[in-house]
Structures are given as structure tokens and as C-alpha cells.
């Protein structure tokens, strides 16, 4: 079984059907050669778990179900487990991370990467923001600094609460642990490449 999911989207495509141990190993190396990451290898209960939960999320936005995960949904449901939380942290503790300022202080640089490409937020909506930032730099009225950095972190904040409702804060959450999983798995814990 193979099938591509997003996050926003819910389940998006999904193909199953048997095949020999001889054919799988080409039919594997061709789809990692198609692909512009390195793929990983996960926990078949965890893939089960992503899979029913795309489809799910798929049905809540009111998709028509895909025809072939209908056809193998008892059988991505019989491997499947439930999880509390993203299968990096069977990788890692959380106490690793936990007030490391170093590796928290790198985060804002993992986000350059090219894997992240697509969860930058679109300059129209950054715009009205920058705009206010220099509508209270360039003001005539005349502040001291402490009450321009006050002006600055209110601006901020609203951008920030703005951008970032719960929903969405949850959403990135999820996407950056289960990145951290790629990123472990791949090798990139090391030596993460950025731009």
C-alpha cells in the first residue's frame, strides 16, 4: 500500500496490491529515485494510523472517499495502532531538547531549509503587519525607546496570535515533529543542510 497525505488536505491518493518480495525491491528503488527526498522507513502501525487519520480528515472536509483505500480499509485498519503522539518520540526524550537553548536557538535557521519550503506564510499576509512595523518607525509622534519597543511588541503580538491561531499552531506543531522523525531518520540530525 502506498498513498500521499497532507496535513490540510486529508488523504489525497492511495494504491495497494500484492506483489512478489522480487518485484517490490525495483518497484521501491524506482519510487526513491522519483522523489526529491530521501524516503524513510516507518512503524507500519504508525502508516496505518497517518492513513486513517487523512481519510478522516478527508470525510470532515466533505471529499469522496478514494475508491482504493475503501477497497483496503480493513486492512490498513488491522495494522494500524493509535498514538498519543508522533513516533519521534520514540526516538528521542524530551528532556534532550528541553531548555537546550542551542538546539531551540536553531530552529528558526531549520526552517531555511528546503524541506520546509512550503510552510513559509505568503508575503500578503506578512504585509499588513510590516506595513503597521513601519508606520510606527517612521511616525511623527515623538516616543522614547522604551514606548516605540512597546508599540514593536504589540504589533508583534498581534501578528504573531493573528497568524497563529490555535488550530494553526497545532497543525505546526505536528508538521515540525514529524519532521523531526524524517530528519532523524534520514541522517540529518547531524548535519542538517541549510541555505
Do not use: C
Not at 521501491?28 to 496505518?48: A, L, R
Not at 494510523?49 to 480528515?57: E, K, P, T
Not at 503587519?129 to 504589540?154: I, P
Amino acid at each position: 500500500m502506498q498513498g500521499i497525505i497532507g496535513d490540510t488536505e486529508g488523504l489525497v491518493d492511495f494504491s495497494g496490491g500484492e506483489m512478489t518480495r522480487k518485484r517490490f525491491k525495483p518497484f521501491f528503488e524506482e519510487i526513491q529515485k522519483g522523489g526529491p527526498f530521501p524516503m524513510v522507513e516507518m512503524e507500519p502501525s504508525y502508516v496505518g494510523f497517518l492513513f486513517v487519520r487523512a481519510s478522516q480528515l478527508a470525510l470532515d472536509q466533505g471529499k469522496t472517499p478514494l475508491q482504493e483505500y475503501i477497497q483496503l480499509k480493513k486492512e490498513v485498519e488491522s495494522v494500524k495502532k493509535e498514538y498519543e503522539e508522533s513516533l519521534v518520540y520514540s526516538l528521542i526524550e524530551t528532556d534532550e531538547i528541553d531548555g537546550n537553548d542551542r538546539i531551540l536557538n536553531r530552529g528558526g535557521d531549520l526552517l531555511k531549509a528546503d524541506l520546509f519550503g512550503s510552510w513559509r506564510i505568503g508575503e500578503e499576509e506578512i504585509r499588513p503587519y510590516a506595513n503597521e512595523v513601519w508606520e510606527a518607525e517612521e511616525s511623527k509622534l515623538v516616543l522614547n525607546q522604551a514606548q516605540k519597543e512597546a508599540r514593536f511588541q504589540e504589533i508583534y503580538r498581534k501578528a504573531l496570535s493573528n497568524l497563529f491561531p490555535e488550530e494553526k499552531r497545532v497543525l505546526y506543531r505536528r508538521r515540525m515533529e514529524e519532521m523531526a522523525y524524517y530528519l532523524l531518520k534520514s541522517g540529518e540530525r547531524k548535519r542538517p543542510k541549510f541555505p
